[in-house]
């Protein structure tokens, strides 16, 4: 899978990626104009080409309050990232490239006050997909919230994944309808934030295209 290729998806507002992007966004900018008055810290895991926070940061009211870092491994996407941030004056917002499965990539600015997994638990085990949840809680500040997503092709696991995330101090404030073709969930995490562990590997991205050959 070429993952510079396939976000060109994006770019088409019928796609399921379009679609889903909209609503991502629409998420943030809650979760934002939510938050409590004061700086924020923002994190996005697989970030890719950023257009997640990059679409909402410009004209959003708290744009002045984000302090980000986007981490992806592909260097285009990165590149992309970068070249946006620069020419929409987003000097706060950091682009690493990087492999964003590795807890290192976080120092400094866990746990954050908003957290993006978007795009993550589709191309990952669903053991890893555990596992992330559980990193979660070193991730996200107290208070945060959490933006994930995760297509609903069966079998099914989003509802497993708002059970795991609520065993581990997650509250459900919002899920996308399960016929709207994804799934995109919104927890705010209500527990004690755990020390970011250095060093460890959160998952291996495997590609959906590969999970679901192995499936067949």
């Not at 924020?40 to 926070?53: F, K, N, P, T, Y």
């Not at 073709?181 to 295209?209: C, E, K, N, W």
């Amino acid at each position: 899978m070429d993952w510079h290729v396939w976000h060109g998806d994006y770019d088409l507002p019928d796609s399921f990626l379009g679609r889903r992007l909209q609503v991502v966004q629409e998420r943030i900018g809650l979760a934002l104009e939510a938050s409590p008055p004061g700086p924020l810290r923002v994190m996005s895991i697989c970030a890719g080409e950023g257009r997640d926070l990059l679409g909402v940061l410009p004209d959003h009211p708290r744009r002045g309050d984000v302090v980000a870092r986007l981490v992806e491994l592909d260097p285009r996407n990165v590149a992309v990232a970068k070249r946006v941030a620069t020419s929409l004056g987003l000097d706060q917002v950091e682009v690493v490239v990087g492999d964003a499965a590795v807890t290192d990539q976080y120092g400094g600015m866990a746990p954050a006050d908003l957290v993006l997994v978007c795009g993550v638990f589709g191309n990952i085990s669903d053991d890893d997909i555990e596992r992330v949840v559980g990193f979660c809680t070193q991730l996200c500040a107290k208070g945060g919230v959490l933006v994930w997503t995760r297509h609903r092709k069966q079998p099914d696991l989003f509802p497993q994944i708002c059970r795991w995330l609520e065993e581990r101090g997650f509250t459900r404030e919002w899920l996308s309808e399960p016929d709207a073709g994804f799934g995109v969930g919104v927890h705010r995490f209500a527990g004690q934030s755990q020390p970011l562990i250095s060093g460890t590997r959160m998952f291996t991205f495997v590609g959906y295209d590969v999970l679901a050959g192995r499936d067949q």
